[in-house]
């Protein structure tokens, strides 16, 4: 079956620095998009970041452009969120997502498959 592991969530001070990883099993990285998204108390879930199978396309959200990074590793089969110059309103939980198909979305309802999250607190 397929599931997805996330891990490198924590406390860390604003203008700090944090790396999401999420392991995935069950398919291949390389067949399908994948990418995370975001909840915060109070607030909608959203989506962050996403890889493009079909042609490798990345999406930001235009809230974290030019300070997160999204990589993945297919030998590894293994997605990364690298999280730089972290601001408070970066905190919520992150979900590591992938669908059945090759395309990113930024609707929720796209997504086939979730990670149980990971807790990013970014506090003095």
């Known amino acids: 079956q397929v599931q997805l592991v996330e891990s490198g969530g924590g406390l860390v001070q604003p203008g700090g620095s944090l790396r999401l990883s999420c392991a995935a099993s069950?398919?291949?990285?390389?067949?399908?998009?994948i990418g995370w998204f975001r909840q915060a108390p109070g607030n909608e879930r959203e989506g962050v970041s996403c890889?493009?199978?079909?042609?490798?396309?990345?999406y930001y959200a235009d809230s974290v452009k030019g300070r997160f990074t999204i990589s993945k590793d297919n030998a590894k089969n293994t997605v990364y969120l690298q999280m730089n110059s972290l601001k408070p309103e970066d905190t919520a939980v992150y979900y590591c997502?992938?669908?059945?198909?090759?395309?990113?979305?930024?609707?929720?309802?796209?997504?086939?498959?979730w990670g149980q999250g990971t807790q990013v607190t970014v506090s003095s």
């Open positions: 890889i493009s199978s079909s042609d490798g396309s990345i």
């Open positions: 069950g398919f291949t990285l390389d067949d399908y998009a």
């Open positions: 997502v992938g669908r059945t198909y090759s395309y990113c979305s930024a609707s929720m309802g796209a997504y086939d498959y």
